[in-house]
């Protein structure tokens, strides 16, 4: 047996605005909207990855989604533009990531991270 992919599935209300958001945020594009349940993408290949955690790091609670992005800077920039709701600043932590966290339409908490050069 081979994972070929795992996929986060959210809760919502509704769904379409949710989408909006991480579309806006992250430059997603739609790949199925079934109205019950959209689906988005960003293209490109991914390794499987399941992370369990006690506490998120640094003293934080453990985040509902880590999502890496290639320029952590400009995506933070665009979280500022938007005014979301940033619950933890922009930080290089000891072990080698750069991050910071949002909270989404519904609550749930975002690490946006980069691996520090």
Sequence with gaps: MAILRIVADLETPDPQATADWYAALFGMEVLM????????????????QLSLASEGGAGTPVPHLSIEVDDLDDTHARAMMLR???????????????????RDPQGRILNILSHAD
Excluded: K, S
């Design 84 to 102: 979301l709701d940033e619950v933890y600043p922009l930080t290089t932590e000891p072990w080698g990531v750069r991050r910071f966290f949002l």
């Design 33 to 48: 909207d079934q109205g019950f349940i959209v689906t988005l993408g960003a293209g490109g290949t991914a390794p499987i």
